[in-house]
């Protein structure tokens, strides 16, 4: 089975609740020009996190570990038939941030756009209406995590985890 890490980014600011989303290429081989969290393959021995900051910087331009922005792993996703490539599993990670950073397509997408929260349509690729069901319950508690270091995970029980 193949793993991949899948991002959501939640921006609450002047202009409201937004998340950024990518649409997939037009000759992706997999849902393409379907609008999808940003998000790809796991590479050689990354972990889930690694593969998460990476992707997402691939997809959208925006280093979220420069910018100094935590994720939060949010769930492990592996429903047969969830990917139609094949078999594969996503741990999904959630990030909150107060501003809209600067963003621009880049691998395997054609766009990424914000999209306020309460007009986003069904139909997401992959099970991302899903996972970005959660990501906005986990983001509306999110003020009541515990401020938890890098690598003492023991305090957060599964599914939310917050890492590095």
């Known amino acids: 089975m193949d793993l991949t890490a899948d991002v959501v980014l939640i921006v609450r600011d002047a202009h409201g609740e937004a998340v950024l989303l990518a649409r997939r290429g037009i000759d992706s081989d997999a849902f393409p020009g379907c609008l999808a969290l940003p998000g790809g393959y796991q590479e050689g021995d990354e972990e889930a996190m690694e593969t998460a900051y990476r992707e997402f910087e691939e997809e959208t331009g925006v280093d979220l570990r420069a910018l100094g922005v935590p994720l939060v792993q949010i769930g492990y996703f592996d429903k047969r038939g969830r990917d139609p490539r094949g ?22 997408v054609d766009e990424v756009a914000w999209y ?22 986990v983001a509306a508690t999110m003020d009541q995590l515990p401020d938890v270091k890098p690598g003492d995970d023991s305090l957060i029980p599964w599914p939310v985890r917050r890492g590095a």
């Open 87 to 108: 078999r594969v599993a996503s741990v999904a990670h959630l990030a909150v941030m107060n501003y809209r950073p600067v963003i621009e397509a880049g691998d395997d």
């Open 116 to 137: 306020e929260t309460g007009n986003i349509q069904p139909g997401l690729a992959f099970d991302h209406d899903e996972i970005l069901q959660l990501a906005l319950t």
